[in-house]
């Protein structure tokens, strides 16, 4: 009963339910598993609810820590699952927020984090952000560190490929966002750019709020760097209103400030 409350919680996060509405259904979650003495369980949970609140701009509640304490705690008691979530739910935030620098120093911190969380969904959108996260380091980074950094990324979209193929639906949006910001560190803008189009297409198709956000917004930031400011502009204002709808008024207001 304790994972099952805990699958549905997750699942709820990734298809872009109402961030208010999620809040209250993960505490409720919470309490729940506090209730049944499930501990392993409600450390899995917390960090989604954090990563909630500091989405929509709102205090967690009294119970939740902040993130550096959440990989703290499981790390000591080797629970790496636990860990794992931890890492992971920072990870969305920080990308979400454009903090490229400190996504990579959790990426580096969490290595391979599908190997403690195996046999879970959570893997397939780790595995996404890796690669995006890298093909973004290594545009920050000189030549040995944009080698090493193109190489992980394409590690980890040969992976996410092969899931499309073997027909993981959940995961094509999220392979049309990577494949984009490849072309991008390539330097092929007419290949980035349908490829954001495709990523907008399929993730709006699915409800998906947060990755058609993504992809507008990874969008604008090519149509910038090119100086076509029609096209930015319009994906600008595409991923405020996307992560307004979601409910992420921090990530507006920081957009709009």
């Known amino acids: 009963a ?4 805990v699958l549905r919680c997750h699942h709820l996060f990734y298809a872009a339910r109402s ?8 505490h409720t979650c919470i309490g729940i598993l506090s209730q049944l003495n499930l501990e392993a369980h409600r450390m899995v949970v917390l960090p989604y609810l954090l990563a909630v609140a500091k989405l929509r701009g709102v205090d967690a509640a009294e119970e939740c820590m902040d993130f550096e304490t959440m990989v703290k705690v499981p790390s000591e008691t ?11 739910a920072q990870l969305e935030v920080t990308v979400i927020f ?17 190997v403690s969380i195996p046999g879970h969904f959570v893997g ?5 952000l890796e690669a ?10 000189t030549f040995l560190g944009r080698m090493k950094w193109k190489r992980r990324g394409l590690k980890s979209m040969k992976l996410l490929r092969s899931w499309v193929k073997k027909g993981n639906g959940n995961a094509v949006h ?6 984009a910001q490849l072309a991008v560190l390539e330097g092929k803008g007419k290949k980035a750019e349908e490829g954001f189009k495709s990523a907008v297409k399929v993730a709006a198709r699915n409800g998906l709020l947060q990755d ?46």
């Open 78 to 88: 080797s629970n790496l699952t636990s860990r794992g979530h931890a890492i992971f």
């Open 174 to 179: 999220l392979l049309y966002i990577v494949s």
């Open 2 to 5: 304790g994972w099952c409350l």
């Open 132 to 141: 995006l996260i890298s093909f973004k380091a290594a545009q920050a980074s």
């Open 212 to 257: 058609k956000a993504l992809a507008h917004e990874l969008a604008g930031a090519h149509y910038t760097a090119q100086g076509d400011t029609f096209w930015a502009d319009y994906h600008k204002e595409s991923s405020q209103q996307a992560y307004s709808n979601w409910g992420a008024k921090s990530k507006v207001v920081e957009e709009i400030e």
């Open 124 to 128: 397939v959108r780790f595995t996404a």
């Open 19 to 26: 961030l208010e509405g999620l809040q209250r259904e993960i």
């Open 98 to 114: 454009k903090d490229w620098k400190r996504a990579t120093e959790l990426l580096i911190e969490a290595d391979n984090l599908r």
